[in-house]
């Protein structure tokens, strides 16, 4: 599976970006898929995760309430809608999908098989 993120930018703290991600399987749709960043100097973390069915959802607690993910699997692609953005959501925001990643380890960077190259994310003060 490849996947192409895309969508990321330079926005002032209190915006919106939705960000994408495309994938090149047409079985996409029976892959968990998961959000990460990575600021500089920082690990790569966890921000949300949608399952293939697209009914259970998943988000790191720094994002709850202002991140939504969603998939349209007809078009082999996830979302995340981010919205009342702060400066410390700065970072390069990676998507990535597995097959069987299960609930405990849907939030580990080692729970996903493949990964998109990254969108730089830039929130203004």
């Known amino acids: 599976v490849q996947l192409q993120a895309s969508g990321g930018g330079l926005v002032q703290a209190g915006g919106s970006l939705r960000l994408s991600c495309a994938a090149s399987?047409?079985?996409?749709?029976?892959?968990?898929v998961g959000w990460f960043r990575q600021a500089p100097g920082k690990e790569r973390e966890f921000v949300a995760a949608?399952?293939?069915?697209?009914?259970?959802?998943y988000y790191a607690d720094s994002v709850k309430g202002r991140f939504t993910i969603s998939r349209d699997n007809a078009k082999n692609t996830v979302y995340l809608q981010m919205n009342s953005l702060k400066p410390e959501d700065t970072a390069v925001y990676y998507c990535?999908?597995?097959?069987?990643?299960?609930?405990?380890?849907?939030?580990?960077?080692?729970?996903?098989?493949?990964w998109g190259q990254g969108t730089l994310v830039t929130v203004s003060s």
């Open positions: 949608i399952r293939w069915s697209g009914g259970s959802t």
């Open positions: 990535a999908a597995g097959l069987g990643v299960i609930t405990t380890t849907l939030r580990a960077v080692y729970g996903y098989d493949y």
């Open positions: 399987r047409r079985t996409f749709s029976s892959y968990t």
